[in-house]
């Protein structure tokens, strides 16, 4: 086993990728999360965002005032359930 | 029907403090601006050179598109623009020393009734006058080309094996890298809230920001979607206007895919991202006003709909994520760029629809060569914000998303 | 391998001693389960011709066929971590092999072969119609505070749908090896706790939809995730509670598999599966403390709790077999055995659906969370309440105080609007 501390199981985003991150001026949340990838996988930032925002700030980065957006779905839904979701009754109950 | 979202914060992360001088700003740090001072500033190092964005880099459309990048366009300048475009793409990751992910896999564009067919065939063959290797193919082809596409209504598609894909970000970060590295400030979370004039209001005197003023004569509007609320600030009314456009993407796959798969009927496109992912969107009229970027139930609908209909298999993919950027819609398809009469020193390079992304290579060297020379390439004529007065519009039908 | 029939395949394979069941993207290091609880990627397989299961959540049936994926060999030993030994500080994908077109271009054509996780499905899944549903309330988490809130908010008259993605209402409660002391000061097992709090739900008239997750909240709907459909549900007011996880901690070898969570651990335990015969925990609290005391009643081992600077590193391959621990003044670190790592950093909460519902959301310092009122979860969006531990709060009878408070307002706050005729919802 190397000597990488995983921060981003879901990407393989690294302690050393985000001080990188930070010390190329990419210093907020949003920029480190693009820069490294961190919170872009399978799990969208769930395991790893608070871990990450902690370490940004320890290596000189901004305090974040909001999390990394956290945008639909919470979970993946396969793309047959969601078929159909524009139609809708025009009367509805 | 969509996703309601707290206002961002602005955080002040820009650490130098803003000059108080320049010899021109750049509103807009997205992937035209950077692209713009870049060029302006391997052409004339001398020249002092400021960016300015409001939020984080790739926060707007240069970080939310898809990263198509195509030479099929039915205009004789975008498909001349483009072809050249599409090169400075392939070029990209050796010359700025970062990788992009640039996969040529080609564009499919399908058409499913015998008009759309023919429309097509017109575009493929003014292409091909071009010197582009695009070719009008049949359904089994097309079936060849993709096996997994339900082409049974197919009629015809059209395919340039030289279109293809990349990973936007990187673009954005290597200009910037690039910019910094010959001298051009960047500064980010910088917001621009007016512009002076004087002269009798006659010509661009200074930018007003949240941070500071910059004097200088000369101001690029490269803001895409925010371009006229910029214009407006000096009483220019400027046609285009913020449009809401969606895209989403998969769990990731193994690879699979070739071509970016497009259907000008619905909008919809779909390809597969260098991670495995399928990303695509589709045309959705019912958006709010303005600069909405949140997510809606009624676009994920439509997509899933669209895109399972075309590809059946996808029924048991899962999406992963959905989010939005504006396009920047212009009445006639076509971007506002250039100098404006109205005002000496206010240079457009915005109104680019869904496909400033891919035009910014080379409208960015463009700009900067039109910029330091005086001389530009007859576009900066053509495209320009006057035709609006005399009635010159400039039609580009072949807008997808 | 065996399975008890309905018991999440994840928990089958980790009852077998399996903790290897993945690999990661990059480097193709071995990953494994971590949360049991549908919020991180280690468990995904491959089942029945379809990718990308979260095998946390998929109930074990008879016959079913499960798969590692995106290997060249097996979970246990796969070729590709080769990236993994050839890149020991990590690769540079940004830059690599960027002074050359051609090499270029083989290393783009290598990289697309290897990315991706899942193989294309190999069955169709037929389209399936969306549903819908109405209410007057929304709770979003069948947790305690969700229960609570929700029970209140129907006994105030508000027609009331509690939406919970698992199958049974409860939430941490049901996990939670000991007792808990509830709102009379009874000193109960969490179980229990959770039982009478879901038959109250069930008799004050709550509609409680299980195995429905919540995955979006837009203008005015919020769009949940049954097994093969979806449900649009229209409510006037939503409350959040959706709890808290544990997320991810920074040492070398924390993504090993065998390193969980302490509530993972728990949950593991609770299906009558020991998730170690010597645990190491790592990092301080209510959730360790009652591990700890639980593992050893049922004969296992127990290291620490540690505090989680004490740990430097994880070590084992490709399953975790010790940690190095420098314990307080201490000179030297000293290896210690172990079969699993439970780790207890400050829980994560799950602020995603409350922001989107237009709730701000903050960063404690720890962590992001929901800001809400501590006394009736009241958010900065007129509509929407949030409670429990998705906004930062701990401490069992304070949030099922907060959450009651924000049922009745919540249902209140309806019978107030019918009569000034405010207008619905909050502002953006």
């Known amino acids: 086993m190397s000597d990488k501390v995983i921060l981003c199981r879901c990407e393989d985003v690294s302690a050393h990728d985000v001080e990188e991150a930070v010390a190329r001026g990419y210093r907020d949340l949003e920029s480190v999360k693009r820069f490294t990838g961190f919170g872009t996988g399978w799990c969208q930032g769930k395991q790893c965002v608070a871990l990450c925002a902690r370490l940004i700030v320890a290596a000189g980065g901004e305090i974040p005032t909001a999390p990394i957006t956290p945008r639909p779905p919470f979970h993946p839904v396969p793309l047959a359930h969601l078929a159909g979701l524009h139609r809708r009754q025009k009367d509805e109950p | ?113 015998e008009s759309r067919a023919r429309e097509l065939a017109a575009s493929v063959e003014l292409q091909r006058a071009h010197g582009l290797r695009t070719r009008m193919i049949g359904p089994s082809d097309a079936k060849k080309l993709v096996p997994e596409l339900d082409t049974r209504t197919l009629v015809a598609a059209s395919f340039n094996p030289d279109d293809g894909v990349v990973f ?80 989403c993407s998969t769990e990731p796959l193994k690879p699979f895919l070739r071509p970016l798969v497009a259907d000008l009927a619905s909008g919809l496109y779909f390809s597969q991202s260098m991670r495995g992912e399928i990303v695509g969107g589709i045309s959705n009229e019912n958006v709010p006003d303005g600069l909405d970027q949140r997510s809606s139930i009624d676009f ?102 | 391998m065996p399975a008890i029939a309905g018991e999440p395949v994840a928990v089958a394979l980790a009852a077998s001693g399996r903790y290897v069941l993945a690999r990661s993207v990059k480097y193709h290091r071995p990953r494994g389960p971590v949360c049991f609880s549908g919020r991180c990627d280690g468990c995904l397989m491959r089942i029945d011709g379809i990718a990308n299961v979260m095998t946390c959540r998929a109930p074990a049936r008879d016959g079913m066929h499960v798969e590692t994926q995106n290997v060249i060999g097996t979970a246990e030993s796969d070729l590709l971590s080769a990236t993994d030994w050839f890149f020991p500080g990590g690769m540079n994908h940004h830059e690599m092999f960027t002074a050359n077109k051609l090499l270029n ?13 899942g193989e294309l499905p190999t069955r169709l899944v037929p389209d399936s119609p ?65 039982a009478e709090l879901t038959r109250d739900a069930e008799s004050a008239g709550v509609r409680i939809l299980l195995r429905h997750g919540a995955v979006g909240v837009y203008d005015d709907e919020v769009l949940a995730h049954a097994k093969d459909h979806v449900l649009r549900v229209r409510a006037k007011r939503i409350v959040v509670a959706t709890g808290s996880h544990e997320g991810a901690m920074a040492f070398e070898g924390a993504d090993l598999p065998g390193v ?18 010597r645990v190491a925990i790592v990092g301080t609290g209510v959730w360790s403390d009652a591990l700890a005391r639980a593992l050893r009643a049922r004969g296992a081992e127990v290291l620490g709790p540690f505090a989680a600077a004490e740990v430097t590193r994880a070590r084992g391959r490709p399953a975790v077999r010790a940690i190095d621990v420098t314990r307080d003044g201490a000179a030297a670190s000293e290896r210690l055995a172990c079969d699993c790592v439970a780790i207890a950093p400050p829980p994560s909460p799950d602020y995603e659906l409350a922001e989107q519902a237009g709730a701000t959301v903050v960063f404690s310092g720890e962590a992001f969370g929901v800001s809400a009122a501590s006394d009736d979860g009241a958010t900065s969006a007129a509509h929407v309440f949030a409670v429990g531990e998705c906004t930062g709060a701990s401490g069992l009878r304070t949030m099922l105080a907060q959450a009651r408070a924000a049922g009745e307002r919540a249902a209140r706050s309806l019978r107030a609007a019918h009569v000034t005729t405010t207008a619905e919802g909050g502002d953006v």
């Not at chain 2, 050796?94 to 499913?112: C, D, H």
């Open chain 3, 130 to 194: 969306p549903r819908d549903a109405r209410c007057d309330v929304l709770v979003i988490g069948g947790g305690p505070a969700g229960l609570a809130a929700a029970t209140q908010a129907a006994r105030a008259g508000a027609d009331t749908i509690l939406l919970e993605e698992t199958g049974e209402t409860g939430g941490q409660l049901l996990c939670f090896p000991g007792g808990v002391v509830d709102e009379r000061e009874r000193e109960l097992n969490a179980p229990a706790v959770a």
């Open chain 2, 168 to 247: 936007p970000w990187p673009f954005v970060w290597g200009y910037a890298r690039a910019c910094e590295q010959h001298g051009v400030a960047l500064h980010t979370f910088t917001e621009v809230t007016a512009l002076e004039t004087d002269g009798g209001g006659k010509r661009i005197a200074a930018v007003v920001t949240n941070r500071g003023t910059i004097r200088t004569p000369l101001v690029v509007n490269a803001t895409g979607a925010w371009s006229p609320e910029i214009a407006r600030l000096v009483d220019i009314a400027l046609p285009n206007h913020p449009h809401r456009h969606e895209i």
């Open chain 3, 260 to 277: 969980l969570g302490v509530r993972a651990a728990c949950a593991l335990l609770r299906h009558g599966v020991l998730p170690g015969e």
């Open chain 2, 1 to 113: 029907m969509t996703a309601r979202r707290s206002q961002p914060a602005l955080a002040l992360t820009t650490v130098a403090a803003l000059p108080d001088a320049a010899d021109v700003v750049v509103v807009g740090g997205g992937i035209m601006g950077l692209a713009t001072a870049y060029h302006l500033a391997r052409l004339d190092p001398a020249r002092r050179i400021v960016v300015l964005d409001k939020t984080y880099l790739c926060g707007g459309a240069s970080g939310r598109n898809g990263g198509g990048v195509r030479a099929q366009w039915s205009s004789e300048t975008n498909i001349r623009l483009m072809k050249e475009s599409v090169r400075l793409c392939a070029e990209f990751a050796t010359e700025m020393r970062i990788n992009v992910w640039f996969r040529q896999g080609g564009y499919l564009f399908v058409a499913r009734t």
């Open chain 3, 105 to 117: 271009r083989a290393m783009q054509q290598v990289a697309r072969r290897i990315a991706g996780v």
């Open chain 2, 300 to 401: 994920l609908g439509l997509y899933a709909s669209a895109l399972v209909e075309a590809m059946p298999v996808l029924g048991a993919v899962r999406v992963l994520r959905q989010w939005a950027g504006c396009y920047d819609i212009t009445p006639d398809g076509s971007p506002i760029v250039g100098f404006i009469d109205e005002l000496d020193g206010f240079y457009q390079l915005c109104g680019f629809m869904g496909h400033g992304f891919m035009m910014a290579p080379i409208m960015g060297k463009l700009a900067a060569e039109h910029l330091v020379s005086g001389k530009g390439d007859p576009v900066f004529e053509k495209w320009n914000f006057r035709r609006f007065r005399t009635g010159e519009l400039v039609h580009e039908t072949m807008i997808l998303g």
